[in-house]
Nanobody, 125 residues
């Protein structure tokens, strides 16, 4: 079982930045075996892929809508994955979730076995 806890959400103006964090409540060795991802879900919409990262941090993948503005990274020594979000847009208001998976850093939500409770990001226009 992998417990994930997100933080760092809040209210920001359009064009601003936020950095989300997700801490895994497992050993460092266990965390290092998981690919991690960020998804987001706006009210009344499906949960959408944002970014993912391989277990060693060497490979990343981004949704087209966030390329060049968002950066996913991880610190395995701290059991933490980050999402740096720059130039935020009002339409990116959503609950942001981190997720963990042993099989790879894909884009499908169904692939991921463990999820955090989410953190709200609100971007005002």
């Amino acid at each position: 079982q992998v417990q994930l806890v997100e933080s760092g959400g809040g209210l920001v103006q359009a064009g601003g930045s936020l950095r989300l964090s997700c801490v895994a409540g497992v050993s460092v060795r266990t965390f290092s075996g998981y690919a991690m991802a960020w998804f987001r879900q706006a009210p009344g919409k499906e949960r959408d892929f944002v970014a993912s990262i391989s277990w060693n941090g060497r490979n990343t993948y981004y949704a087209d809508s966030v390329k060049g503005r968002f950066t996913i990274s991880r610190d395995n020594a701290k059991n933490t994955v980050y999402l740096q979000m720059n130039s935020l847009k009002s339409e990116e208001t959503a609950v942001y979730y981190c997720a963990a998976d042993r099989t790879g850093y894909g884009i499908a939500a169904a692939q991921y076995d463990y999820w955090g409770q989410g953190t709200q990001v609100t971007v005002s226009s």
